[in-house]
């Protein structure tokens, strides 16, 4: 069964933190240059593929002893959110444009960009994290892929309007925050248990 509450969190974690990612630049530039639809149909395919190996990763976890697991998570949590926060901002890379404007050719730069560009990325471990911790991969899965398509879709179609809006600076803020709470937790856990 699907806990709506744990698929709201990871959601929420998730966005916050792909937010600032080079990858939601990347989408943004993608998405500028050609069919929004060919370029989302990528890269919803790659963060589909992370999410499942992440969600596998952190499901072996849950074999561990709780202690265990909750100690790990926890530090983890933490050493995300000091990422984040000590990260400097990135410049944009250039994309190349592809020879022709097929579906197959803009799908297949947008998958590829995406597929390496996230391969053990923050998201991609928070994603494994929360696996490990709510011991629900189906909740846990839904609602990370959800965020990552939603930033994806803002990142391709809006992206430019949000980051005039709000700064990603204040983005970056939020979801180190929701990472020292979820860390601080876990921790917590870990030694009270």
Do not use: C
């Not at 069964?1 to 969190?9: C, E, Q, R």
């Not at 994290?129 to 011991?135: Q, S």
């Not at 980051?163 to 929701?178: D, F, G, Y």
């Amino acid at each position: 069964m699907i806990s709506i509450t744990v698929t709201a969190l990871v959601f929420g974690v998730i966005f916050l933190a792909e937010l600032p990612d080079k990858t939601a630049l990347a989408g943004l530039v993608l998405g500028t240059r050609y069919r929004a639809s060919y370029v989302f149909a990528g890269v919803a395919a790659a963060f589909l593929l992370h999410v499942v190996l992440a969600v596998a990763a952190g499901s072996v976890l849950t074999l561990l002893p709780q202690r265990i697991v909750h100690a790990i998570t926890g530090l983890l949590f933490l050493g995300g959110a000091a990422m984040l926060l000590l990260q400097k901002g990135e410049d944009e890379e250039e994309i190349k444009k592809p020879a022709d404007q097929s579906f197959w050719r803009v799908a297949g730069t947008g998958f590829m960009l995406i597929l390496v560009a996230e391969f053990g990325d923050l998201t991609q471990i928070m994603t494994a994290n929360l696996a490990a911790r709510y011991n629900d991969p189906i909740s846990v899965g839904l609602g990370a892929v959800l965020g990552l398509w939603a930033v994806a879709g803002l990142g391709i179609v809006g992206g430019k309007a949000l980051m005039k809006k709000v700064p990603l600076r204040l983005i970056t803020q939020i979801a180190a925050l929701l990472m020292l709470a979820l860390g601080a937790w876990s921790l917590y856990e870990a030694v009270a248990v």
